[in-house]
């Protein structure tokens, strides 16, 4: 697996009180190298991620063998169907954060503060439990934990984040904010 074509998607940063469409990038990597960067938008809480998602990997072209994401929503929450995205795409779909989110907040937010926050809620479920995998936990559609370990260990090259998530969230956080000093991913 060590030079397997992924894509990795992040959203720029947002003020919370922003209320529109959220640019989305995508860094298309071969192994370690990058190959391309693809850009779209989603509304902010809306409904359209795993559309925009689907047509940005389609963009990116064929040799895309996984999708990447950095947790399963986007621009606050609209949420990443994974199941209906590795579908759409043939490709696998794997979901990447640092430590498992506290869902009972999440839940919360969703069912109390979102439109639709209930057809999220049940995206989110659907999606399956977090698991540890490789120093971070997962979520995924469409290959085997084996496999994820695999992904992980020939994209990642410094800390715990493969290639293609910590390259989309710096671009993210340069073409908007200037700079991608000081950011965490």
Known sequence: ?????????????????????????????????LHGVVSGRVRRDGRNSTGELARLTELAGEHVRLILLQGIALAGFNVVDIHALHAATGRPVLVVAR??????????ALLSHVPGGARKWQL????GEMEPCVGVWVQRAGLALEDAQD???????????????????LIAGGVTRGSSRGQRV
């Not at 430590?99 to 919360?108: F, K």
């Not at 992904?151 to 969230?169: C, K, N, Q, S, Y």
Request: no cysteine.
């Open 1 to 33: 697996m060590s030079g397997l074509h992924a894509i990795g998607f992040d959203d720029v940063p947002f003020d919370r009180t922003w209320r529109g469409d959220v640019r989305v990038v995508g860094a298309v990597y071969a192994g370690h190298t």
């Open 99 to 108: 430590r498992p989110p506290r869902l009972d907040a999440v839940r919360s």
């Open 124 to 127: 989110i479920q659907a999606a």
């Open 151 to 169: 992904a992980l260990r020939a994209l990642t090259v410094t800390g715990r984040i493969p290639e293609p998530l910590r390259a989309a969230h």
